[in-house]
């Protein structure tokens, strides 16, 4: 590693010296660690006429929970501010330091605790240490026959523990669950410093869920360092369906009637008509496709099942196997195209994926697309709002807005993308619906989260202050 | 001067990179051609995921590079150029990147290209030295060479009858100056002067494939520039290893000269075009990501990637019996890691013929 430049540096390496790779500061790499890829950090590097300054001091590597654990004592002592670190790829700003910087802020990036460290066949459960990619912890439970089910498009560049700190759902999750329903226990660190871990009972009466307390706590209830997760025996068979429906609402219709009968295909894609449109060039009607996978005579059953559920139904075509075929070679490809519209200046895109009960879908996916008028009347410039379904269960799903636009030549790029985002929590929140699916809150939607959840927020805010009365663990992120 | 700002910042978008992508495979090597998209390439990258840190991505690296041509200094950029330079050494030049982006960014080209225009700018007087001296233990060659790596004459001469297979008079070990640190450009400019002392030599075998990498190179650049014919011997003897029967322990490491940045940057690998490379065999294979050739500049970084390498090839569960190594470089280094027998594939070939 290089050479270190700062006191800071030179006084942690000097509390940790049997580990020489233990950290880094030098000012590219604090540079790096100081955002993630929250668009908001993309619009303001992009139109800085400097290089930002970077808004950490140091970075650390622990290779073992016991360091780490070792470590939050001395920050605690300290008073170092700690940012868990993953692979940086969180869209809301959930690593993107805020507020003044009075105390010395250290990255604690926790890639070196990256191996799976048991896989139990018979049970079907493995324990993975948080710092492992995406690719690589399927890559390796591949090798061995199992597969975690979780494929986010984000795979190549995120990591478990950020599937954790966010609550994240990958493509495939209408079959395999989001991460709360593949994460049987939890191993972390206490802001104290305590090494905790959660029961592994598939189910228990045992008080309320710890699992669910620090799932999706985004770094500010301490560390979560391991995971015990089921796995699944590789798929026999992949089955893939496409349709083409007359309107959005007809093919939620369609969808729920698969979900209530049981049925649980691993991929369901709703396009509404603007995506539809826009991007596969429909000319009317939406696109719908579907994958369904697992033991050979079960996906069968499912497929046939699904068209026959289908077809009877008013407004629906059958549209062969190429489309799924075509979605699932280029599922990944999305995150490589972000940046394309992003380069131009005054551009913003963005995503906001929300959930809400089908009762309220149709309601929630109207209300949002309005955003486009409201921001053109205050603001004018370019706007506008794509939507495709993507996650669904027995009572509900997700909705995934793709924000594109640009600003008018009057108003600050970051000042535009915060005034578009207002509207859309706004809009969100209005019909009642989750301000996030899987991409989390971070410091994007803090605010939004706080009013919606009212004196559960409180709540969490006076349990924040008990176990992190310092506010070292990732301060401001949820709006704590 | 606002207008030539919007114009430059509209080259700059993606719409005039797609349009330029369709025309110029050339421009993959620019840093402009980097689209930063959410780092696709991370888990590719073995430095960047043997040294775990997000500053080596291909995406960090090339941004180094994108923001010195926005004009920032290295001061601004990485504190100074000596820093700077330090994170753009962090790639073993193997291409994986390349693989996984949709866009075919050539990071490893943009990189070598940029960390050359440091070494020259660091005028190392040693090299001039070093480059007489070997242009004088070529110039009393003659005939029909072999080009051998340092210590492996002995082995030749011991095995004569391969050299007589070749038509080869002599075996010799040269330490040509292929590695890339400082010598990139020297080698360009300097080929005329090595074709010059070559004159009398009418074949010229070469057993490192790092070699022909560089004799490759500078004869594109100046075909005039060597007049003998340029042969590597390890498409002589690689129909031998094929003929063999191998045992499922085998573990074959590669030249990723051979099999990914020759192929790469563009030059015509026959083997490769027939399905004759080792990958192409279906042996067991690793890929080490060129330790071979990084270790020369970063020894630590390199043994911890082979620690890596070496671990990831009993994930699946399978017994290693042995590696069969196409570098002596990463022979050498293999075997500090490894209690696994490594051998250099000549070796694997010759007891394979005797058995």
């Known amino acids: 590693m290089k050479d270190l430049v700062s006191p800071l540096g030179k006084e942690i390496l000097s509390l940790f010296q049997w580990d020489s790779d233990f950290v880094a500061d030098d000012l590219y790499t604090r540079r790096v660690y100081s955002k993630d890829l929250w668009p908001r950090n993309l619009i303001l590097a992009r139109e800085a006429e400097l290089p930002q300054e970077p808004a950490v001091d140091a970075i650390i590597w622990p290779s073992s929970t016991k360091d780490l654990s070792k470590f939050v004592e001395i920050a605690n002592q300290k008073n170092w501010e700690i940012f868990a670190y993953g692979a940086g790829s969180g869209v809301c700003g959930g690593l993107t330091p805020t507020g003044e910087h009075r105390r010395p802020r250290l990255v604690v990036d926790l890639k070196r605790m990256d191996k799976i460290e048991s896989l139990d066949p018979v049970s079907q459960v493995a324990k993975v240490q948080a710092g492992i990619l995406g690719q690589v912890l399927e890559e390796d439970l591949n090798a061995k026959g199992f597969t975690l089910g979780h494929f986010p498009s984000s795979i190549y560049c995120s990591s478990f523990g950020g599937y954790l700190a966010t609550r994240a759902a990958g493509q495939l999750s209408t079959y395999y669950g989001k991460i709360e329903d593949i994460v049987l226990a939890l191993e972390g660190i206490l802001p104290s410093g305590e090494i905790f871990q959660t029961p592994d009972a598939p189910r228990m009466a045992v008080g309320p869920d710890w699992n669910h307390f620090f799932l999706g706590s985004e770094g500010t209830l301490g560390f979560l360092t391991a995971a015990w997760v089921k796995v699944h025996k590789l798929a026999e068979n992949r089955r893939f369906l496409s349709f083409h429906v007359e309107s959005t609402e007809k093919a939620l219709d369609g969808i729920r009637e698969w979900l209530q009968a049981g049925l649980h295909p691993a991929v369901i894609r709703l396009y509404d008509e603007d995506e539809s449109r826009m991007l596969m060039g429909l000319k009317g009607g939406v696109k719908l496709v579907c994958i369904v996978e697992g033991d050979q005579e079960i996906a069968d059953f499912t497929a046939s099942y699904i068209s026959k559920l289908s077809l009877r139904r008013a407004g629906w075509v059958d549209t062969g196997e190429e489309p799924a075929q075509h979605w699932w070679a280029h599922r990944y490809d999305v995150s490589y195209r972000q940046q394309q519209i992003m380069s131009h200046r005054r551009m913003i895109l963005d995503t906001f994926e929300v959930a809400t009960q089908w009762s309220k879908l149709p309601q929630l996916h109207r209300e949002v697309k309005k955003v486009v008028g409201q921001v053109k009347d205050l603001h004018g410039g370019m706007l506008v709002i794509l939507a495709h379904f993507s996650h669904f269960y027995h009572c509900g799903g997700n909705i995934y807005f793709t924000i594109c636009g640009a600003s008018p030549q009057d108003v600050a790029t970051a000042d535009y993308y915060d005034s578009v985002w207002k509207a859309l929590l706004e809009a969100c929140i209005k019909q009642g619906g989750a301000v996030s699916h899987h991409h989390g809150i971070g410091r994007l939607k803090a605010q939004a989260f706080a009013k919606q959840r009212g004196v559960l927020h409180e709540t969490l805010r006076r349990i924040k202050n008990e176990i992190d009365p310092k506010h070292l663990f990732n301060p401001e992120n949820l709006g704590l | ?355």
């Open chain 2, 1 to 355: 001067m606002k207008l030539i700002q919007n114009i430059s910042s509209t080259l700059k978008t993606w719409v005039f990179k797609n349009k330029v992508f369709k025309f110029s495979k050339r421009y993959r090597r620019d840093p402009q051609a980097c689209f930063y998209c959410p780092e696709m390439c991370r888990f590719s990258c073995p430095t960047a995921e043997t040294l775990r840190t997000n500053a080596i991505t291909p995406r960090g690296k090339m941004s180094l590079l994108h923001l010195t041509e926005r004009g920032y200094s290295d001061e601004n950029v990485a504190g100074d150029s000596v820093s700077r330079q330090w994170f753009l050494e962090q790639c073993t030049g193997c291409g994986r990147c390349t693989e996984y982006c949709v866009h075919e960014v050539d990071v490893a080209s943009n990189l070598r290209e940029e960390r050359n225009k440091f070494w020259q700018a660091q005028n190392r007087s040693g090299l001039e030295g070093s480059f007489q001296g070997l242009l004088r233990s070529l110039e009393v060659l003659s005939g029909r060479v072999l080009f051998c790596e340092p210590g492996r004459a002995s082995w030749w001469n011991k095995n004569a009858r391969l050299l007589k297979d070749l038509q080869v008079d002599q075996a010799v070990e040269v330490d040509f100056p292929h590695r890339e640190w400082g010598w990139g450009k020297l080698q360009s400019e300097k080929l005329a002067e090595i074709g010059k002392a070559l004159k009398k030599c009418e074949l010229i075998y070469l057993e490192s494939p790092e070699v022909g990498w560089f004799f490759a190179k500078g004869l594109k650049a100046d075909g005039k520039a060597l007049s003998a014919e340029v042969r590597l011997v390890w498409p002589q003897f690689f129909k031998l290893m094929v003929g063999a029967p191998l045992p499922p322990g085998f573990v074959f490491h590669e030249s990723f000269h051979l099999t990914r940045l020759l192929p790469r940057l563009g030059y015509s690998i026959p083997m490769y075009e027939r399905g004759q490379m080792p990958f192409h065999s279906g042996w067991n294979v690793l890929d080490c990501g060129g330790e071979g050739f990084y270790r020369h500049a970063h020894l630590e970084t390199a043994k911890k990637m082979a620690t890596r390498f070496l671990g990831d090839l009993g994930k699946d569960g399978r017994k290693i019996d042995k590696i069969v190594c196409q570098s002596l470089a990463c022979v050498e280094h293999l075997r500090q890691e490894t209690s696994l027998p490594v051998v250099y594939w000549l070796d694997e070939v010759v007891d394979g013929r005797q058995r």
